[in-house]
């Protein structure tokens, strides 16, 4: 980020650059270069599912959709601007694109690309199997689900092998659009779809008991749904 005064009586101009501040770039106006001054720059970042930890060196302000901070006035280095931001997540399924926009001022006028990044949940695995006499066989296009005790699904359970054993490895990815709680009581729900005979398994777990299961190897140990 580099800026300039064209003239004392005009705007100042900011601009923003990947690569080293230029010294031989001349402002309009002007028949020699000037040495760069940077000034307090705001931006703003929509979210919806972030909200700012406490860790940030630049302070957020909230705003209608999101945040606004500021980038104080600096010297000029010659080198390249990085500000970190750092957010917590306010729901457990959460999924969005973020946008950076520079925002305008009066006195200033920011010339910014607009930068994106979309976030979402890394999908817990694990594995399961159906327990009792004569199970039904699973495959990678079983019914499994992951619901409350209303009956909302929260997740879905996608089968992606199955072993010679009958055990299947799955991952959960969550839906967005409901929320729930860490402790709260979910169920994992199997149905054999079958016509003539159509069989229920399930277990309960919380998504707290899925998370800390999955936390030293990324994989959730064997859960055994029983028949209903």
Do not use: C, W
């Amino acid at each position: 980020m580099h800026a300039y005064h064209s003239r004392a009586y005009e705007p100042t101009r900011l601009f923003y650059q990947s690569s080293p501040f230029d010294p031989s770039i001349t402002p309009p106006h002007s028949s020699t270069p000037l040495v760069p001054t940077l000034h307090s720059s705001t931006f703003f970042i929509s979210t919806q599912n972030l909200i700012p930890a406490e860790s940030n060196t630049y302070p957020l302000t909230a705003t209608e959709g999101g945040y606004n901070f500021t980038v104080p006035q600096q010297t000029a280095t010659g080198e390249d601007i990085e500000v970190q931001l750092n957010f917590l997540t306010n729901r457990i399924a959460n999924s969005e694109t973020l946008t950076i926009d520079a925002v305008d001022n009066t006195d200033n006028t920011a010339l910014f690309h607009s930068a994106s990044a979309t976030f979402t949940n890394t999908p817990i695995r694990g594995t399961i199997a159906l327990g009792g006499d004569n199970p039904p066989q699973l495959t990678t296009s079983s019914f499994i689900t992951l619901e409350r005790k209303n009956g909302t699904r929260v997740g879905i359970i996608t089968v992606e092998s199955v072993d010679n054993a009958n055990v299947a490895s799955y991952r959960i990815d969550l839906r967005s659009e409901y929320d729930f709680t860490m402790d709260e009581e979910l169920t994992i729900y199997y149905n054999s779809l079958e016509a003539d005979n159509q069989r229920i398994y399930q277990a309960t777990t919380t998504f707290q008991a899925l998370v800390d299961d999955a936390e030293e190897d990324g994989q959730v140990e064997l859960i055994t749904l029983t028949e209903r």
